[in-house]
């Protein structure tokens, strides 16, 4: 059976601060997985994606993440973050035709 | 290039009514998804079209819920009656060749409130 954990329901940072977003993922075969955001009434946008190419994965806005099978991880992170990045992001990942979400992290940019 | 349309962005309803909303993929997208996200939730397949046949829809309450894709393109999809448990979020989605590895292009959604 597959799984997708996101570890934090809200997270807070200060603007300029580092973004860490975590996901743990549980999966018998070798997972395609994704990162996407959602800002208010809005559709989900894709930031970034691993299929099993390199494991560190660069996406849009200065995002990335990095595949590690080892902790079963596919944390998102982000240098410095900007007020802009305050949404809803969702972790999803999938090994057979179907993509399963996590339950979301709302990420909270303070001034 | 268009993206994925849905309509309508807002409705509300009183419990046992009927409802439909509508979804236009973009042009050329094989495959198209219906999600429910209730609030506080991640996304929940409920159906996944290849071209117009169905590909999966074991989530599909299917004593309520139906959804078909004529021709292959545009889709629907219906709740007849509505519970106070239906009000949720429909996405709907596309993506050109179905793959798990496939990027999903998501619509702004519909947002459903049942009274």
């Known amino acids: 059976a597959q799984s997708v954990t996101q570890l934090d329901s809200h997270v807070s940072v200060s603007e300029g601060t580092p973004v860490l977003l975590r996901c743990n993922y549980s999966s018998s075969y070798s997972p395609s997985l994704f990162w996407y955001v959602q800002h208010p009434n809005k559709g989900l946008q894709l930031l970034l994606k691993y299929t099993s190419a390199a494991t560190l994965v660069k996406g849009i806005n200065g995002f990335e993440a990095e595949f590690k099978k080892s902790e079963t991880s596919f944390h998102l992170t982000k240098p410095s973050a900007h007020m802009s990045d305050a949404a809803e992001y969702f972790c999803a990942g999938g090994a057979t035709n179907k993509l399963i979400f996590g339950t979301g992290t709302l990420l909270a940019v303070q001034p | 290039e268009a993206g994925v349309a849905q309509s309508p962005r807002y409705k509300i309803i009183e419990k046992r009514q009927s409802v439909a909303f509508w979804c236009n993929p973009i042009?050329?997208?094989?495959?198209l998804y219906w999600y429910q996200q209730i609030l506080g939730q991640g996304p929940k397949l409920l159906i996944q079209f290849q071209n117009n046949g169905v590909v999966d829809d074991s989530q599909l309450p299917k004593d309520r819920f139906s959804a078909e894709r004529l021709k292959g393109v545009d889709s629907t999809l219906k709740i007849q009656p509505a519970k106070l448990e239906d009000s949720a979020v429909y996405l709907c989605a596309s993506s050109s060749a179905g793959r798990t590895r496939d990027e999903q292009f998501f619509g702004p959604g519909t947002r459903l409130t049942v009274l």
């Open positions: 042009s050329g997208h094989a495959t």
